[in-house]
C-alpha cells in the first residue's frame, strides 16, 4: 500500500508560481509510474502531468506545456510540480497519483493523494 501525500497549494496571482510536492511512503516508490491530476467541482479529474518511474520521459497536457514542469527525485520518494504563469483557469484541487502503467488516464492509476488546493486569482 503507497500513500501519498500532496503540499504546496496555496492562493497566488495570475503570473505568479507554485510549486507542489508529493511524498510518498510504504511502497516502492520507484517501481510506479506518477503523474499530476486536477478537478474543479461539477468536471472530471483532469489529466496535468506525468513522469516515468525512470524519470527520463515526461508528459503534459496541452494547456500547461511550457508552464509547468514535473520531475520525480527517486531518492526522496517525492515527485513535484512546478508551475509558473499560473492563470486562473488552473485553479483547482490538484492531485498526485501513482501507477503501475504510464498513462494518461485517471483509472489507470492506483494510489491518491488527498489533494491540495491551487487558487489563482486575476
Known amino acids: 500500500q503507497v500513500q501519498l501525500v500532496e503540499s504546496g497549494g496555496g492562493l497566488v496571482q495570475a503570473g505568479g508560481s507554485l510549486r507542489l510536492s508529493c511524498g510518498a511512503s510504504g511502497g516502492s516508490f520507484t517501481s510506479y509510474a506518477m503523474g499530476w491530476f486536477r478537478q474543479v467541482p461539477g468536471k472530471e479529474r483532469e489529466f496535468v502531468a506525468r513522469?516515468?518511474?525512470?524519470?527520463?520521459?515526461?508528459y503534459y497536457t496541452d494547456s500547461v506545456k511550457g508552464r509547468f514542469t514535473i520531475s520525480r527525485d527517486n531518492a526522496k520518494n517525492s515527485v513535484y510540480l512546478q508551475m509558473n504563469s499560473l492563470k486562473p483557469e488552473d485553479t483547482a484541487v490538484y492531485y498526485c497519483?501513482?501507477?503501475?502503467?504510464?498513462?494518461?488516464?485517471?483509472?489507470?492509476?492506483?494510489?491518491w493523494g488527498q489533494g491540495t488546493q491551487v487558487t489563482v486569482s486575476s
Open positions: 513522469v516515468t518511474w525512470s524519470g527520463s520521459n515526461k
Open positions: 497519483a501513482a501507477g503501475v502503467l504510464n498513462s494518461n488516464r485517471p483509472t489507470e492509476y492506483k494510489y
